[in-house]
Every structure is written in structure tokens, then in C-alpha cells.
């Protein structure tokens, strides 16, 4: 008999957390039934699909590849079972804003030169740094982030300590990149992956330098059919193991109790004996829960540090854009500015930095002939006024901003246009101030400082995602599908038999 057989679980989100722990409890035998209030699987990586142009509408890169081969092994699978991988060349490219433009390629030498002309030394610099973010990713990986460490007395052991020690764990990732480049342009680009998990260089632990190890060792790839293939892959995964899959069934409020729950949803109820939350852990609390069991009250989630909410443009253009790359960064010469708006004093950003992201330089399904998919993410601060007209006139500013600084002129060539923003990203994932990633990873908000997995006040209540443990972005939410699926088999499995 399987550890779960004959347990029936409710999945709340079809986002990369919710579909993980779906297989996971499957494959122990749990009759999994993943519920999700939009009309495909995803959550944020969602797809949107208009007049041949096909878009991811929130995660694009594909990084740290180990994580898929690790999620996909543990049911004696591989990704390639599913989907192919491209290695992108360059990784990404990068435009200041004062002309400068540097791509950063797999070819570590070339990358090592491209450093020096920036500062003598830097080379070198750039290379004991990557050696540095290669140790900390390897132990930060296998003993801090598949290890889920929930309380203090977790880190004083003296193992924790024997493999903590050399570790980045403390001080800002602004100060440890400081302590190997000088060149204001290095240091940016030695942070840049500071969006993907929602904070600025000042309020980033430094151990997250781990990233670059990620980014120039690892690489960056792209996935066929892009991360919306990688959600079709999971969904196949989880449908082979016995999950059952409801869209358009928001769920409206979770009552009962372990072994008797009663999950109420616009499509009627449901009755699991276990239920596990993927939507967002405030929405679950606040929205979900009524107040005698929410583990937290509406002051804690009113004082956390929220990663940014995005300015997103879905373009669809005449011809081809190769002045852009697969991955494009535009950033000004001096971005503190911009991580002020969002953190310090949150306005709309007067000099902003973004990314542009062009699939259809890689994969030719994504556009109708002679024609490009592109879209364009800034940075903003959650909980900011959203109207169309603020809308609009921050639209015809990015687009100026990327014909000045790219060379690339998009107006006269658009021929589909979505735009995504504060309400919508609260509208459509219940997000808390329409906050694109959930909980920044400030030092006060990572690790045993994010919500648990185990509700507080429910027994039999579980939660998954960016909100909790490990973190932001998909390979993160990936591995917390995996610690999911291990407290409810820790709580609720039993012996199987030989």
C-alpha cells in the first residue's frame, strides 16, 4: 500500500507549486484534485494566445536546469521526455543607457573580456566571484533550500554550522559585489537577477549571489513552446500519475477540519481530507479563513515587504526586431533611483529600468510569418494607482525609452497590443497590491522568516508557492511542491508495505 492510499486531497491553484505537490502526494497515492479559479493551468505562468502571436504572460527564463532534472527524476522521468531545451547564445543582452551595450554570452572568456574593459582585474574578479556563487549554490542548495529549516534551533546545530561556514549568509548582495568590482556597470550586472526574486540590491541577502552561479555557469536555455510548454509538461506528469484538473472552479472558502473538510468553490463543494493552498497565502488567510483560524492577522500582512508589481506590454509587430535579444536588459547608468520607487518612496519609476523579452527570436511558432513576439516588463511598486490613463502614457514612455536606447522603433509596427498592471495581476491571482511575485526575499523575510508550509491554525491545511519556503520564481516554486508534499507525508503517511 501506497504512503497516501486512500487519502483525497484538494489542490487550491494551478500555479508551478500547486501542480508540483500534485504529483508528489499523487505518486504516494493520494486522489489529488487541483482546483484553479482561471480557465487554464499555470497561475502566473499563465499564457496568453491572440491573431497567431503566442506570449508567456509571466515567467520566461528557464534557469537552473538541475532543478527540472531532479523534479522529473523523482517519477523516473526527464524533462526531454516532455520538451527539448535551447541553450541561448547570448544569455541575455544588456543596454545602458548611456550607449554602452554588453551581451553576456556561455563563452566565459569572452565574458572575462568584455569585464576587463570595464576595470583592470575584473576577469579574475569576475571569476573568483563565480567560484564563490558556485560553492554557495551547491551547499545552499542541497542543505538550505531541499532542506526546509523552520526553526531557529534548526541553523545552531553544529552540521548547520560545519556547512554554513564561508557561506554569503549575511550582509546585502550591494555590499558582497562590492567587495569584487568597483565599475558601477559590473556591479549591475553581477545583480540584475536581483527582479527575479523581488528585491534591490540593499535589501537582498547576500547569500543570493548564489544566482550568478545560475546565470554564467548554468545558463540560461529556453524551453520548447517556452514556460508555458515547461507548465504542459507537469500537468501531462501529474495527469499520468492519477491528478484530476478543474478550471474556471475558484474556490470561495475552506471550512472543517483534517479527514473532514468542506472546501467550498463556484461550482459546488468539495469534501477532502486534506487540502493544500497554492493561491496566495494572504488571499488563503484573509479571503478563505474565517478569523478564528487564520494563522496571521491583516497587520502582518500589511507590514511585509512586497516584491514588485510589473508595467507589462504584450506586442505583436511587423518584421523582425534584431537590434533585441531573446532576453534584453535596459538599464540607466544609475538604477538606484529606480529601486527607490519601488521600495523606499513607491511612485511610478521616472527612469526605468526593464526587460524585453522577443521568444520569437528562438522559436518561429510564437509569431505569424514576418512578424515578432515581444513583451516588455518594468518594475513598479505594488499598490500603486492603475487607470488607463496612467496606463497610457507610461506606454508611449517605454516605447520612446526603447527606441532611444535600442535603436529598435516598435510604434508604427504594432499590430497587437495587451497590457497587464497592478489591478490585473490583483484581479487575476488574488495577489496582495497586485505584487508580481508574492514576498520579497529580504533578510527579515527569507528562510524560517517566510510563512510556514503547515498552517498555523488548521490541522490538515497546507500551503505552496512563492509565499513560503524556498521562495520566488519557478525552480524555487518547483522545490517547494516537493517540501509540501514531504510535511503532509511526515504527518499523514503511512508505513508502506513490502
Not at 562590492?178 to 540584475?192: A, G, S, V
Not at 526574486?197 to 524551453?223: C, E, I, K
Request: some cysteine; hydrophobic content about 35%.
Amino acid at each position: 500500500m501506497q504512503p497516501l492510499a486512500g487519502e483525497s486531497v484538494v489542490v487550491i491553484g494551478a500555479g508551478i507549486g500547486g501542480l508540483s505537490t500534485a504529483c508528489y502526494l499523487a505518486d504516494a497515492g493520494a486522489d489529488v484534485h487541483v482546483i484553479e479559479k482561471n480557465e487554464q493551468l499555470g497561475g502566473r505562468a499563465s499564457r496568453l494566445e491572440e491573431d497567431g502571436f503566442r506570449f508567456d504572460m509571466g515567467p520566461s527564463w528557464y534557469l537552473m536546469p538541475d532543478v527540472f532534472e531532479r523534479f522529473f527524476a523523482a517519477f523516473d522521468r526527464t524533462p526531454s521526455d516532455y520538451y527539448e531545451l535551447t541553450h541561448l547564445d547570448p544569455h541575455y543582452r544588456i543596454f545602458f543607457k548611456d550607449g554602452d551595450q554588453v551581451d553576456v554570452t556561455p563563452d566565459l572568456e569572452r565574458t572575462k573580456a568584455v569585464f576587463e574593459e570595464y576595470e583592470d582585474g575584473a576577469g579574475n574578479a569576475l571569476e573568483r566571484y563565480l567560484e564563490k556563487s558556485r560553492e554557495n549554490y551547491e551547499v545552499g542548495m542541497e542543505h538550505f533550500v531541499y532542506e526546509d529549516r523552520t526553526r531557529l534551533r534548526d541553523y545552531v546545530d553544529l552540521d548547520v554550522a560545519r556547512q554554513a561556514r564561508g557561506l554569503s549568509l549575511l550582509g546585502s548582495m550591494q555590499g558582497h559585489v562590492e567587495n569584487y568590482f568597483d565599475h558601477p556597470k559590473l556591479q549591475q550586472i553581477m545583480q540584475y537577477t536581483l527582479v527575479f526574486l523581488g528585491g534591490s540590491p540593499t535589501n537582498t541577502p547576500a547569500l543570493y549571489n548564489l544566482m550568478s552561479h545560475v546565470d554564467f555557469n548554468l545558463g540560461v536555455w529556453y524551453p520548447e513552446d517556452g514556460i508555458g510548454g515547461v507548465i504542459d509538461a507537469i500537468a501531462e506528469l501529474g495527469s499520468e500519475l492519477g491528478v484530476t484538473y478543474d478550471t474556471d472552479r475558484p474556490a470561495t472558502a475552506i471550512k472543517g477540519r483534517e479527514g473532514a473538510f468542506l472546501v467550498e468553490t463556484k461550482r459546488g463543494p468539495l469534501r477532502p481530507d486534506l487540502v493544500v493552498s497554492n493561491a496566495s497565502y494572504a488571499h488563503t488567510e484573509q479571503e478563505l479563513l474565517p478569523p478564528e483560524r487564520r494563522g496571521y492577522d491583516a497587520d502582518y500582512w500589511e507590514s511585509r515587504t512586497y516584491a514588485p508589481s510589473a508595467f507589462l506590454l504584450y506586442l505583436g509587430v511587423e518584421g523582425e526586431v534584431d537590434e533585441l535579444a531573446h532576453h534584453t536588459l535596459v538599464l540607466p547608468t544609475n538604477w538606484e533611483e529606480h529601486f527607490d520607487q519601488i521600495f523606499e518612496d513607491p511612485e511610478w519609476p521616472d527612469e526605468p529600468a526593464y526587460y524585453c523579452c522577443v521568444p520569437s527570436e528562438t522559436d518561429d511558432t510564437v509569431a505569424p510569418d514576418s512578424h515578432s513576439t515581444l513583451f516588455v516588463l518594468v518594475p513598479i511598486a505594488p499598490g500603486l494607482e492603475d487607470t488607463p490613463e496612467i496606463r497610457e502614457a507610461y506606454r508611449e514612455k517605454i516605447l520612446a525609452d526603447i527606441a532611444a536606447n535600442t535603436g529598435e522603433e516598435l510604434r508604427d509596427r504594432i499590430v497587437f497590443e495587451e497590457r497587464f498592471c497592478i489591478e490585473d495581476f490583483a484581479d487575476r491571482y488574488n495577489s496582495y497590491d497586485g505584487t508580481a511575485l508574492g514576498l520579497a526575499h529580504t533578510l527579515r523575510q527569507t528562510s524560517l522568516f517566510r510563512p510556514p508550509h503547515r498552517a498555523k491554525g488548521v490541522d490538515g491545511l497546507y500551503f505552496v508557492g512563492g509565499d513560503t519556503t524556498p521562495g520566488i520564481g519557478v525552480p524555487m516554486c518547483l522545490i517547494s511542491g516537493e517540501l509540501t508534499a514531504e510535511k503532509i507525508l511526515e504527518d499523514h503517511g503511512r508505513p508502506v508495505e513490502q
